[in-house]
């Protein structure tokens, strides 16, 4: 076995493939890499042997890329699925948002693909279980209350349909705000953007790059009423407004910069993302993990080890860490129940303010060792005091 990066790369053109190998030449002695010339190929070589990563043109005669990657995604779902392509037609582009984990714009220099495939493969780590990994690969979003998403088709349908009413129901549920951050982290629709949240994301993208997303490539698909129930999704919803909010309002008074206060909000929004894949991916096996917790007494991380073989943090993080999101977020969200595990942090980061925001809305307790190392635990009255006076804004969303 090699423990080299396998990455299969895919192009219709010679001279492009040729370009490419002379440029990941120095690459050699790090990744095993193979060239594909079109679709049909590329699936061959899937065929014949593992890939970790796929890295697709759109724009190719026969099978393009949007139809290859959708191959992947169903039959290899292991296999990381990236986007690297030039000038592509917008229809493309908005087909290419569900099967691709990542885009990236050519020319892309050697030094951001190292980073881009380098970080991908990374985060298997996060997993220890192959199947859930392959899971969790395949998922195209992750779905909304059903609630949610008729709100905002009824919203968005209409010729009169307002920007700004449409982008505050996507920032109001949790796998609708993840799948549209995750396109402006990436590249799909121009360079990766500095955003505060998804409300600002929708704006920002437009309602002809939103509309047809929801209404004729289905980005989203409504979780079954029966599993949002069962599983509480609504509460753990408005734990997620309320996280975001207060850890936001924590970067704010420890004075972290934009970039740090951003991250915490988002990774806030997401921090439980994996609960909601383990309702709809793992039901049977999420539901055995919540009865080993309520009778037998089990800790909740490790019920759901046992039964799934991951926890929720760790799934969250891995589709985030694979979707290009940054370390910040990826890491706030795999550390958030243990900061103390986190061998990265240094200072204040969005981990602690995802971690303390967490705890004051009731999630656990909060790691007073990670505080004191920090030098910050005589902060947290005053975080406390910050979070109890912002209840009021969460209350009713």
């Not at 690459?27 to 065929?47: H, P, T, Y």
């Not at 999630?363 to 190392?373: C, F, H, N, S, T």
């Not at 902060?379 to 912002?390: F, G, K, T």
Request: glycine letters at 6%; a negative charge.
């Amino acid at each position: 076995m090699t423990d080299k990066i396998r990455i299969l790369f895919v192009d219709d053109v010679d001279n492009i493939l040729s370009a490419l190998r002379r440029m990941l030449r120095p690459m050699r002695s790090e990744w095993e890499m193979s060239f594909a010339n079109g679709g049909i190929e590329a699936l061959k070589c899937l065929d014949e042997k593992h890939h970790d990563v796929i890295v697709s043109d759109v724009r190719m005669p026969g099978m393009d890329g949007v139809e290859l990657l959708e191959n992947v995604r169903r039959k290899h779902p292991h296999t990381i699925r990236i986007v690297l392509s030039g000038q592509a037609d917008r229809e493309s582009v908005l087909a290419a948002a569900g099967p691709t984990h990542q885009y990236l714009s050519k020319p892309c220099s050697l030094e951001t693909l190292k980073a881009v495939l380098g970080r991908v493969v990374t985060m298997r780590k996060l997993l220890n279980d192959e199947k859930v990994a392959d899971i969790i690969s395949a998922i195209e979003s992750v779905s909304p209350l059903p609630r949610l998403y008729d709100e905002l088709l009824d919203e968005i349908t209409p010729p009169e349909a307002s920007i700004q009413s449409v982008a505050r129901i996507i920032s109001m549920d949790v796998g609708m705000s993840g799948k549209i951050l995750q396109l402006v982290n990436s590249s799909f629709f121009g360079p990766p953007r500095c955003v505060s949240g998804p409300a600002e994301t929708v704006e920002a993208l437009g309602m002809d790059v939103i509309k047809p997303l929801v209404l004729s490539n289905n980005i989203f698909w409504p979780l079954d009423v029966t599993v949002a129930d069962e599983f509480e999704i609504e509460t753990l919803r408005k734990h997620s407004v309320a996280v975001a909010n207060y850890a936001r309002k924590i970067a704010q008074e420890a004075k972290a910069d934009n970039k740090t206060v951003n991250a915490s909000c988002m990774a806030g929004m997401l921090h439980d993302i994996g609960k909601i894949i383990f309702a709809d991916q793992f039901t049977d096996d999420y539901r055995l993990a919540m009865n080993l917790e309520d009778k037998e007494g089990v800790g909740a991380l490790e019920a759901e080890n046992r039964a799934i073989g991951a926890t929720h943090a760790q799934a969250g993080a891995y589709l985030l860490g694979i979707w290009s999101f940054s370390d910040p977020v990826v890491e706030a969200v795999a550390y958030h129940h243990c900061p103390s595990e986190n061998q990265n942090t240094d200072g204040f980061t969005a981990l602690t303010a995802v971690h303390v925001a967490d705890a004051v809305d009731g999630a656990g307790p909060v790691d007073m060792e990670y505080l004191a190392w920090l030098g910050l635990a005589d902060r947290l009255d005053v975080w406390r005091e910050i979070c109890l006076e912002n209840t009021k804004e969460t209350a009713n969303v």
